[in-house]
């Protein structure tokens, strides 16, 4: 019997280091297509697309002509409403996530808010485009500005700063919490002091790579009006505008073939604006883990 035992376990050993090594390799063949294709996409666009990059590339405007294209409007747009889209997102969404961790009561209602907040975080972005031309553009009559396509934005990544901050305040330990108040701290100065700072790292890498998507949505603007062919800089919030993504979009449908290379140039600035910014939320998040 225990000669039996013993075979019998030898087989299920055998078995679950081969379930082991099939599923390793199955990972690892997903991981090695996935990079595979990324390095086979970013080799095309550098390719294609190295070529465009001068001087005059950014400091020139749109043209029909692809020899004269440039992504001035389209930076200094993008630019423009991400320093809208940031301030009222951040905001917003860290005061949202501060009150639902630490004001606001614990029953059904708020459970029932915060299981809404994290299905707002994956619904398409094009809802939010309605939704801010129907609010914004329309109801509040702010027209295709940059005002109307910065809050469109700031609805959009909402909902993931909320959850992000969230995660963030939730994983600061409770004793901290605790000794604050045995100090005599009240609430608030227990979160500005003590909450606030050790979360920082988690809400700002949150909120960085929310800022992110948000410079690369095309739907929410391309709904409210944002402009394809612009000749401008904007001077105030309430300009028209045009982004890089869109402006992408539009050198992408033309039908001269060089108009390609130029969108190709394109996207290589805007992946470098992405990585800074990914960059910047790692460096901030190992300099406030050092600290704190």
Request: no cysteine; aromatic share 8%.
């Amino acid at each position: 019997m225990a000669f039996y035992d013993k075979k019998k376990m030898n087989k299920n050993t055998t078995f679950r280091l081969a379930v082991n090594v099939v599923s390793r390799s199955v990972f690892l063949l997903a991981t090695l297509l996935a990079l595979v294709i990324l390095l086979v996409l970013f080799a095309r666009i550098i390719t294609q697309g190295i070529g465009y990059i001068d001087w005059d590339f950014f400091t020139s405007f749109a043209s029909r002509h692809p020899e004269e294209a440039g992504i001035k409007a389209a930076i200094m747009g993008t630019i423009w409403l991400m320093a809208i889209t940031a301030p009222v997102s951040i905001i917003l969404g860290v005061g949202t996530a501060i009150y639902l961790e630490q004001y606001a009561k614990k029953n059904k209602f708020t459970d029932l808010i915060k299981i809404n907040i994290s299905n707002l975080a994956g619904v398409p972005s094009i809802v939010f485009g309605l939704l801010g031309l129907t609010v914004f553009v329309r109801v509040m009559e702010m027209g295709r500005s940059l005002l109307a396509g910065g809050l469109t934005m700031s609805l959009l990544i909402l909902p993931i700063i909320v959850v992000a901050a969230q995660e963030a305040l939730r994983s600061v330990p409770n004793d901290t919490q605790e000794a604050s108040y045995a100090l005599g701290a009240s609430k608030w100065q227990t979160v500005r002091r003590i909450l606030l700072p050790a979360a920082i790292p988690g809400i700002m890498t949150g909120s960085i790579l929310a800022l992110s998507r948000a410079i690369g949505e095309t739907a929410p603007l391309l709904v409210i009006g944002a402009l394809t062919f612009v000749a401008f800089t904007p001077d105030s919030i309430w300009s028209g505008f045009t982004v890089m993504p869109i402006q992408i979009f539009n050198w992408t449908s033309r039908p001269q073939a060089e108009f390609q290379d130029v969108a190709a140039a394109a996207i290589i600035v805007l992946l470098v604006m992405l990585i800074v910014m990914n960059l910047i939320a790692v460096l901030i998040r190992n300099k406030m883990n050092k600290r704190y």
